[in-house]
């Protein structure tokens, strides 16, 4: 079992930054890869990042690569989410998750999630 917190959402203005975080705790929680999605008001969830824990790498949506970086914490079991030049687009709540699947781009069901994290981005 794999316990995943979030933290570090809030609101910004257009351009801001926020830095989100993701506490992992549990039996072997650092061999699972991990992702943040986000699923903004009225759709469905989407995927965001990724970083595979074997080879380190990482993967983005069209939508937010060059504004955003995933990294990872072994030390602190925490994954982060960077986000640069925030958009109101970017509101939505987010959400960290482990899967034992690596695929570059999500779309695969995933182990364990999050409660979440409300990002919310004014004009």
């Known amino acids: 079992q794999v316990q995943l917190v979030e933290s570090g959402g809030g609101l910004v203005q257009a351009g801001g930054s926020l830095r989100l975080s993701c506490a992992a705790s549990?039996?072997?929680?650092?061999?699972?890869?991990m992702y943040w999605l986000r699923q903004a008001p009225g759709k469905e969830r989407e995927f965001v990042s990724g970083?595979?824990?074997?080879?380190?790498?990482?993967t983005y949506a069209d939508s937010v690569k060059g504004r955003f970086t995933i990294s990872k914490d072994n030390a602190k079991n925490t994954v982060y989410l960077q986000m640069n030049n925030l958009k109101p687009e970017d509101t939505a709540v987010y959400y960290c998750?482990?899967?034992?699947?690596?695929?570059?781009?999500?779309?695969?069901?995933?182990?364990?999630w999050g409660q979440g994290t409300q990002v919310t981005v004014s004009l």
């Open positions: 998750a482990a899967s034992s699947t690596w695929r570059a781009f999500g779309g695969i069901q995933y182990d364990y």
């Open positions: 970083l595979s824990w074997r080879a380190g790498s990482t």
């Open positions: 549990g039996r072997a929680q650092s061999r699972y890869h």
